[in-house]
């Protein structure tokens, strides 16, 4: 295959246009172009807006064209897994994306895992989900952290990652092969929203069953078995399994199963955090300031830091998108974003957040989760239900409070509140400064923008320690991966962790 880069088209020109391109650029006739696909996609929207292409073309005697500009050798990596002839059944505890991958990859090999998620299945899962959103009735073992699928499920599953490994592509190749839109592999930012990639982390499930992975839903890990502190199986609340793997992937608010498993005396550390709120304005406000004009039919997004001792940043931008009530414990006020494959609500959403240092914790390995639960048991107590706090952004820098400009898209409605009440002053000084310099690149930012909040479970405040071989450094078998491991922030980072961990297992057992 050749890889042509730097191929342009206007914004409002077809995509069918890319082969006479092509066709110029190696000057060649029709016939002479196999096939050919788009390999990435990006908007250079600085001036005249334009849209970059890189191509794949498949034409014969690839040499010839090597020496043209913008023109090279393009092999795809085998990345097929090494067939392994073995009874260990590995146990893989937690099915969000790290679970999913690790047990995709390990059936690859021919290991039949055994998986144990404390959530249901989607359908029922998205019944549970619906009723805390429109009642706030929460099912504290499923809702929208817990469940098949994992914390992303109910997300604007956003595929960014800055992470450059081949098995970046296999991921999507996955999510492709089982529905998702081939062109998540090649524009940049690309998301699937929360719609489809429902439909295909149960087609994923589907497939695993067949190829002869166990489920255990709606059951729960309580403890390691352990021998000379190694992993001979797990207890869950309502068996015992018994392997010599176990992989741990229970995501970022698994505070109670941490907890065991630290008691049990696996080596935990305290890791550094984020907390804020969302802010939230018209789409149509950040359509205007992102892309100057051209006539662009995706939502636009944006990425902001400021940099200070503490940075601000925003973070899980959903662009046409919702706030919703992540919460997964009872009297406990956690926000997030959600888009729909359309990205067609009228409001952008993005976290905005501040560095946390584990120096800000209470003491001990878990700190960091008594930290966020008194910042999010405070906004319960605030709003007195799971009604979200929410200001202006132009009244929280004035230190006043008038009624919310445009209501939010948070489903259970808001409180209103100041959050300079909620936050610890040194903090809201850090997001002062950064909303100022945000308007600075986003005209209206704080005039036409609300803060709804607060948000609390972008990060862990933990990391399972674990060695080159990924597992536990004082606890062998156990292997933690993703997010709640400490190893892992997004679908794509913890998709990615699960698959290192599975081809670390899959390579000590060949
Ligand atoms: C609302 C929301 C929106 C998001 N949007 C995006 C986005 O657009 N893009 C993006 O990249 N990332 C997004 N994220 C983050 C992303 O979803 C997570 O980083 C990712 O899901 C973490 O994967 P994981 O496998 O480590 O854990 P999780 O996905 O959290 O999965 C852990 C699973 O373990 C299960 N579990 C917990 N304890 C136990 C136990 N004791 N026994 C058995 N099972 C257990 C849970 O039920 C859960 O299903 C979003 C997260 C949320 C909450």
């Known amino acids: 295959m050749l890889l042509i880069s730097e191929i342009k088209l206007k914004i409002d020109e077809d995509e069918s246009i890319l082969k006479k391109l092509i066709l110029n650029k190696l000057h060649i006739k029709d016939n002479e172009l196999l096939n050919y696909q788009i390999y990435k996609k990006s908007l250079d929207a600085r001036k005249d807006a334009i849209y970059k292409y890189q191509v794949l073309a498949q034409v014969k005697d690839e040499k010839k064209y090597l020496h043209l500009k913008n023109v090279s050798k393009y092999e795809k990596p085998n990345l097929e897994a090494i067939k392994i002839k073995s009874d260990i059944r590995p146990i893989i505890v937690g099915y969000g994306p790290s679970g999913i991958f690790s047990a995709y990859r390990l059936l690859e090999a021919g290991l039949k895992p055994i998986i144990i998620e404390k959530g249901k299945r989607i359908n029922d899962r998205v019944k549970d989900v619906e009723l805390f959103f429109e009642k706030g009735i929460l099912n504290p073992d499923s809702n929208v952290q817990f469940g098949e699928g994992g914390a992303g499920t109910f997300s604007d599953a956003k595929l960014t990652t800055r992470i450059k490994d081949p098995f970046v592509e296999y991921i999507l190749d996955v999510f492709i092969k089982f529905g998702a839109k081939e062109n998540i592999k090649y524009i940049p930012h690309a998301h699937i929203g929360t719609d489809e990639i429902r439909k295909i982390i149960m087609n994923i499930t589907d497939y695993l069953i067949n190829k002869g992975a166990k489920f255990h839903f709606e059951e729960e890990l309580e403890e390691l078995l352990l021998e000379n502190k190694k992993v001979i199986g797990i207890k869950t609340n309502k068996n015992k399994y018994y392997s010599s793997i176990c992989i741990l992937g229970v995501g970022h608010s698994a505070y109670k199963t941490i907890k065991n498993l630290y008691l049990q005396g696996v080596d935990i550390s305290p890791k550094d955090i984020a907390i804020g709120f969302r802010v939230e304005h018209p789409q149509s406000l950040i359509d205007k300031n992102q892309i100057k004009g051209a006539d662009i039919k995706e939502a636009s997004e944006y990425f902001l830091r400021y ?132 308007d600075t690149k986003i005209e209206g930012f704080i005039e036409q923008g609300i803060m709804v909040g607060p948000e609390t479970r972008s990060s862990c405040p933990i990391r399972i320690n674990r060695d080159l071989n990924f597992e536990s450094i004082n606890t062998k078998g156990l292997y933690p991966a993703g997010e709640g491991a400490g190893y892992g922030g997004g679908i794509m980072s913890c998709s990615l962790d699960g698959i290192r961990i599975a081809n670390k297992i899959i390579g000590n057992l060949k």
Do not use: H, W
């Open 307 to 438: 940099k200070d001792e503490k940075a601000v940043y925003s973070f899980c931008m959903c662009p046409g998108g919702l706030v919703i009530p992540a919460s997964s414990d009872f009297n406990r006020i956690v926000t997030n974003g959600m888009s729909y494959s359309k990205r067609d609500s009228k409001y952008a959403n993005s976290a905005l957040l501040v560095q946390v240092s584990t120096k800000e914790f209470p003491s001990g390995p878990l700190g960091g989760y008594e930290y966020l639960k008194e910042y999010e048991e405070k906004a319960y107590k605030i709003s007195d239900s799971y009604k979200a706090l929410a200001c202006n952004i132009k009244d929280y820098l004035n230190n006043s409070l008038t009624p919310l400009i445009f209501e939010s898209t948070y489903p259970l409605g808001t409180a209103l509140y100041d959050f300079n009440n909620f936050f610890n002053p040194v903090d809201n000084e850090y997001f002062k400064k950064a909303l100022r310099y945000f």
